[in-house]
């Protein structure tokens, strides 16, 4: 069973960067397709990116597309979302899940494993 990380959430100003981490254990994460999510206070969970298990394919929901970017090292079992030019409604608790697929269409169904979620916010 796979069990995931996430790490580098915090509170900056609108305009910075952050790049949170998702790391995981157990089985190679090689196999597994992974997802960003995103839930807002008051809010449903939505989607914000997700990556097939060799790195080679992509998706964003539009509202991050140009400012977001989901990447993976497999030598380190770690998917990281780097997410630049952070807007107030980008705050959330973000959350990593993985999914025994080769590649997840976006949305929120498929994945197997979900983390615990790591809190960014973002102030005005």
């Known amino acids: 069973q796979v069990q995931l990380i996430e790490s580098g959430g915090g509170l900056v100003q609108a305009g910075d960067s952050l790049r949170l981490s998702c790391t995981a254990s157990g089985p190679p994460f090689a196999r597994y397709a992974t997802g960003w999510f995103r839930q807002a206070p008051g809010k449903e969970r939505e989607f914000v990116a997700t990556i097939s298990r060799s790195g080679g394919t992509t998706s964003y929901t539009d509202s991050v597309k140009g400012r977001f970017t989901i990447s993976r090292d497999n030598a380190k079992n770690t998917v990281y979302l780097q997410m630049n030019t952070l807007k107030p409604e980008d705050t959330a608790v973000y959350y990593c899940?993985?999914?025994?697929?080769?590649?997840?269409?976006?949305?929120?169904?498929?994945?197997?494993?979900w983390g615990q979620g790591t809190q960014v916010t973002v102030s005005s």
């Open positions: 899940a993985a999914a025994r697929q080769v590649f997840v269409v976006p949305g929120l169904s498929g994945y197997d494993y």
